[in-house]
């Protein structure tokens, strides 16, 4: 089904001010969402904190189960924490490693992830070994399959990696880990809010997801899913009296449900925004997202495929919403700042973000332009003529 775009850009006011090709940065938040998540700030201001968390009891827990509705789970295994990383961290520190298991993890790995791997890696002894990548960049699953053996105690992958187009093949990498009884984390941050996520068609145990992008949330919202059949086995690398109850001077007993990973203090408006969001997402439908994304994103490529001085840097066999592209005279610094001064908003993938990916590619820095669907042909287009225009 085609998606209405000029409703979708109607109710997306901040469209008025620029061509925004952020969308894996931060997206803009539709006019409901963000109306939304003004109204509950004000009743806070009016009313006070706690007054206004009882009084929107109904939009909080909505949250969850407007989660739960997005990857086809349950509201008893979603948490709200405040960010992708956290959601990730909880669920990753909470996995038991001890001297040699080993973490396999995807070639294009997020940098914080890669991060927590070495970290873990130092406090336990256990190893990361990264799963290569076959010749188009996508996660090869038979060296994945190739390296499963006792020692594998997690796999741990980013379904869309924060510097390109690659979208990795998370359900053929669920179906390895539940084929292998291995536990599997992934993370969702760049997918969720741009196509489907199914966690059952993934088989993946956990996922980690944020408000900001692709779901068009607040900032400083993010999701994690835990399997049912997980959450009572993990102990959760922090609790508090929200994760958990003191009973006595000795004895405290934990949450039976996903809350368990979360705090209690947190950013209860943007709470019941991010959850409004979801809902939104969800009346577009996924499906008819994804498609609207792919469509502008192809077309963004095969424009700037076409110029001279740009190399498109995408891998993969499938691709998304992000573009990432370098100009053989300008850094993507440059391009970024340009870019903001005509009008377009871009950023650049750098540094720590996609270390090992870049470096075996021979690459420091790309612009990344991140189309979503309320964007048009016509941006696009007039995109590519400005990178067209760029002196080289
Ligand atoms: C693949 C990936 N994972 C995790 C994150 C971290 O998300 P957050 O900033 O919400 O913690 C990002 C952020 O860009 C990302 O691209």
Same mark, same amino acid.
């Given at each position: 089904?085609?998606?209405?775009?000029?409703?979708?850009?109607?109710?997306?006011?901040?469209?008025?001010?620029?061509?925004?090709?952020?969308? $894996? &940065?931060?997206?803009?938040?539709?006019?409901?969402?963000?109306?939304?998540?003004? @109204?509950?700030?004000?009743?806070?201001?009016?009313?006070?904190? *706690?007054?206004?968390?009882?009084?929107?009891?109904?939009?909080?827990?909505?949250? *969850? /189960?407007?989660?739960?509705?997005?990857?086809?789970?349950?509201?008893?295994?979603?948490?709200?924490?405040?960010?992708?990383?956290?959601?990730?961290?909880?669920?990753?520190?909470?996995?038991?490693?001890?001297?040699? !298991?080993?973490?396999?993890?995807?070639?294009?790995?997020? &940098?914080?992830?890669?991060?927590?791997?070495?970290?873990? $890696?130092?406090?336990?002894?256990?190893?990361?070994?990264?799963?290569?990548?076959?010749? /188009?960049?996508?996660?090869?699953?038979?060296?994945?399959?190739?390296?499963?053996? !006792?020692?594998?105690?997690?796999?741990?992958?980013?379904?869309?990696?924060?510097?390109?187009?690659?979208?990795?093949?998370? @359900?053929?990498?669920?179906?390895?880990?539940? $084929?292998?009884?291995?536990?599997?984390?992934?993370?969702?941050?760049?997918?969720?809010?741009?196509?489907?996520?199914?966690?059952?068609? %993934?088989?993946?145990?956990?996922?980690?997801?944020?408000?900001?992008?692709?779901?068009?949330?607040?900032?400083?919202?993010?999701?994690? *899913?835990?399997?049912?059949?997980?959450?009572?086995?993990?102990?959760?690398?922090?609790?508090?009296?929200?994760?958990?109850?003191?009973?006595?001077?000795?004895?405290?007993?934990?949450?039976?449900?996903?809350?368990?990973?979360?705090?209690?203090?947190?950013?209860?408006?943007?709470?019941?925004?991010?959850?409004?969001?979801?809902?939104?997402?969800?009346?577009?439908?996924?499906?008819? %997202?994804?498609?609207?994304?792919?469509?502008?994103?192809?077309?963004?490529?095969?424009?700037?495929? !076409?110029?001279?001085?740009?190399?498109?840097?995408?891998?993969? +066999?499938?691709?998304?919403?992000?573009?990432?592209?370098?100009?053989?005279?300008?850094?993507?610094?440059?391009?970024? @700042?340009? $870019?903001?001064?005509?009008?377009?908003?871009?950023?650049?993938?750098?540094?720590?973000?996609?270390?090992? !990916?870049?470096?075996?590619?021979?690459?420091?820095?790309?612009?990344?332009?991140?189309?979503?669907?309320?964007?048009?042909?016509?941006?696009?287009?007039?995109?590519?003529?400005?990178?067209? +225009?760029?002196?080289?």
């Amino acid at each position: 089904m085609a998606l209405d775009v000029d409703r979708a850009r109607a109710e997306t006011r901040g469209l008025e001010n620029q061509v925004h090709l952020n969308n $894996a &940065g931060a997206a803009l938040m539709p006019a409901p969402v963000a109306d939304r998540l003004r @109204a509950f700030l004000t009743a806070e201001e009016r009313f006070g904190g *706690y007054e206004t968390a009882a009084a929107e009891q109904a939009a909080l827990e909505n949250f *969850y /189960t407007a989660g739960a509705r997005l990857l086809n789970a349950r509201p008893d295994e979603i948490a709200f924490v405040e960010n992708a990383t956290r959601a990730w961290d909880m669920a990753f520190y909470a996995l038991p490693l001890g001297p040699g !298991d080993r973490v396999l993890t995807s070639h294009a790995e997020y &940098g914080s992830n890669m991060i927590a791997y070495l970290h873990r $890696a130092r406090q336990t002894g256990a190893e990361v070994a990264v799963i290569p990548a076959d010749d /188009t960049g996508t996660l090869d699953l038979d060296a994945l399959t190739g390296m499963i053996d !006792d020692r594998v105690k997690l796999i741990s992958i980013s379904h869309v990696p924060t510097g390109g187009g690659l979208v990795n093949p998370a @359900a053929e990498v669920g179906a390895i880990a539940r $084929a292998h009884g291995i536990p599997y984390l992934l993370d969702a941050c760049q997918s969720a809010g741009q196509m489907p996520l199914d966690v059952a068609a %993934i088989g993946c145990d956990f996922l980690s997801a944020t408000g900001r992008k692709y779901l068009r949330g607040p900032r400083g919202t993010g999701l994690l *899913y835990v399997a049912r059949r997980w959450i009572e086995r993990l102990d959760p690398p922090l609790l508090d009296q929200h994760a958990a109850e003191l009973i006595s001077a000795t004895e405290y007993v934990v949450r039976d449900d996903a809350r368990r990973f979360e705090n209690w203090e947190c950013f209860f408006a943007g709470k019941a925004a991010l959850g409004l969001a979801i809902d939104y997402a969800m009346d577009w439908d996924l499906s008819a %997202i994804w498609q609207r994304v792919r469509h502008l994103a192809d077309r963004l490529r095969a424009g700037l495929a !076409d110029l001279p001085h740009v190399t498109v840097t995408d891998r993969g +066999r499938e691709h998304c919403g992000l573009v990432t592209f370098t100009h053989s005279r300008q850094s993507a610094d440059a391009i970024k @700042a340009a $870019a903001a001064q005509a009008g377009f908003n871009v950023s650049v993938s750098s540094g720590s973000g996609s270390l090992i !990916d870049f470096r075996a590619r021979g690459l420091s820095a790309v612009t990344r332009a991140s189309v979503h669907y309320y964007n048009t042909d016509d941006e696009v287009d007039r995109f590519t003529a400005f990178i067209g +225009r760029i002196p080289s």
